[in-house]
Structure formats: structure tokens, C-alpha cells
């Protein structure tokens, strides 16, 4: 018996595909007498098929792929990946910002006639860097537990509140927490845009009062600047009693994001980049 079952359990797997062809047969004969010859053309042409298949199976030349778990691992999208470096990042002098910069919202750097390919290589660039910035995750306090980054922070709010009262804005006492942490946070990614340029360049190189950095910043300070304006402005608006008509109170949001780029500059490279 044990021989016997040897042999039946060798030969099952053979006859599946004359078991195949026989069920066709039996099939085509039903379709012809009720359906007709097109319906019977059809499940003929399925049953041979399906013996093919079956014959290739057991003869090892394809197996059938078991649908696995789906990868859970994050995929960064189109956006999330660092596009191609420009052909060309000029270097560039950045003196001290000051507010009329940001009053027009005119191409960045709109004197230096780039050719319109390399602008726009620089833009894209300054896209993807933007989004790497506004989403890095809790930005805020890293910043204030850092003790290089924290004091250029503090010195950019700092000035851009004496700025607002200097051209007569009223601050509102009970809004100013919120008024304080939407500088903050523009101060915050101005830092970490000039961390990334020290990575990338060393210690910057200083011509009198105004830094090396590259023609992509310029790009970079505009981009995060009109990314972050609608969602800051509540909180900025929030600690605001009276704003006189010639100026612009969205202007302070990339004021402190540009001084605070130009003081951490003035600092040494980190050692750690947290947008990375």
C-alpha cells in the first residue's frame, strides 16, 4: 500500500491538465446544444487555454506570485525630491535687509538680467528647498534649544517689532504671543536657510558688511516668504491695534525671515542639519 500511494500521490499532479481538457469538452458539447457554435468557439478556445497554462505550470516555467503585504515605508513624492543643482548659482552680496526690499513683488533679483533658463533652473531649485523648510517638523523648538541659532532669532523679532513701531505700528497686548511666534517662525526658517548655505559653502565669506551667499537664496527668502504669508498673517494681525495706511504689515514677515538669514550668517556651520 505504501508503494501504491507513492505512485498516486506521482501521477496526481499530471493529470490536471487532461482533467482540464476533458471538463472543455464536456463544456463545449452543452454550449453547442443550448448557446450555439460562437459560445462554444469561446469556451473551447478558454479550455485549451487554461490546459496551456496549467501544462507550463507544472513544468516549472512561471509560477504564480502570492499578492504580498503592501510596503509601508514612505515614498517621497515628486516634490519632496531634491530637483538637479542649476548650472549655475552665481554668488551674490547680501547687505542687511531692509523693509523697501519686499514692498513690489518683483522677480528676485531682477538686476542681474539672468538668461531666463538659468532663472528658472534657480526657482525650481528654490521650490524644492522651500518645501523642505516650511514642513520640516518642529522647527520652533529646535531652534530655541539650540543656543547658536536662538540668539539670531530673537535679534530678528526683535528688530522687526522696532521696526512696526518705528513706522507706527500699535501692537495689541493680549494678541502679542501670537504676533511674536509667527516672527519667530519666519526668523526660525530664515536661520535654517542660511545653515543650509554654510553646509554647502563653509563659513561665509564676508566683503565688508554684506555676505557671499547664492543667487538661490534670493529665490529661496521670496518663495517661503509667499508660502508662509497667508498662514501667518492671522497670528501677525492678531497682535495688531492700528496699522497706518502706508505700510504693509505682511512686509515684516520676510523682513525677519531675511535679517534673520543675514545675522546667522555672521555664525559658524552647524554641525547638524535638521531639514536633511
Known amino acids: 500500500m505504501a508503494s501504491t500511494s507513492v505512485v498516486l500521490g506521482g501521477m496526481s499532479r499530471p493529470y490536471r491538465r487532461p482533467v482540464v481538457l476533458g471538463v472543455t469538452l464536456v463544456l463545449s458539447v452543452v454550449a453547442l446544444a443550448r448557446f450555439g457554435i460562437p459560445l462554444t468557439i469561446l469556451v473551447m478556445v478558454i479550455g485549451v487555454t487554461a490546459a496551456v497554462l496549467v501544462g507550463r505550470h ?22 519632496h525630491q531634491e530637483l538637479p543643482t542649476p548650472t549655475d548659482d552665481p554668488v551674490i552680496a547680501f547687505a542687511e535687509p531692509v523693509v523697501e526690499l519686499f514692498t513690489s513683488r518683483t522677480p528676485p533679483l531682477a538686476h542681474l538680467q539672468l538668461k531666463a533658463g538659468l532663472r528658472s533652473q534657480l526657482d525650481g531649485l528654490a521650490l524644492g528647498r522651500t518645501k523642505r523648510i516650511i514642513e520640516a517638523p518642529d522647527l520652533l523648538p529646535h531652534a530655541a534649544a539650540d543656543a547658536e541659532s536662538w540668539p539670531h532669532v530673537e535679534a530678528a523679532v526683535r528688530k522687526s517689532l522696532d521696526l ?22 519666519s526668523a526660525t526658517q530664515g536661520v535654517l536657510l542660511a545653515e543650509w548655505r554654510q553646509l554647502e559653502d563653509g ?32 497670528d501677525l494681525f492678531a497682535g495688531i491695534a492700528r496699522r497706518p495706511a502706508d505700510f504693509e504689515v505682511r512686509l515684516l514677515l520676510p523682513y525677519a525671515l531675511a535679517t534673520a538669514f543675514y545675522l546667522r550668517l555672521s555664525g559658524n556651520p552647524p554641525h547638524a542639519f535638521a531639514a536633511a
Open 58 to 79: 507544472q513544468a516549472g516555467l512561471f509560477t504564480v506570485r502570492k499578492k504580498g503585504a503592501r510596503a509601508t515605508g514612505w515614498r517621497p513624492t515628486v516634490q
Open 203 to 234: 563659513k561665509t565669506i564676508w566683503d565688508g558688511a554684506s555676505a557671499r551667499v547664492r543667487a538661490s537664496d534670493a529665490f529661496t527668502i521670496q518663495r517661503i516668504s509667499e508660502a508662509m504669508e497667508r498662514r501667518l498673517l492671522p
Open 164 to 185: 512696526a513701531r518705528a513706522r507706527g505700528v500699535e501692537l495689541l497686548p493680549e494678541g502679542q504671543n501670537g504676533l511674536n511666534q509667527a516672527l519667530a517662525l
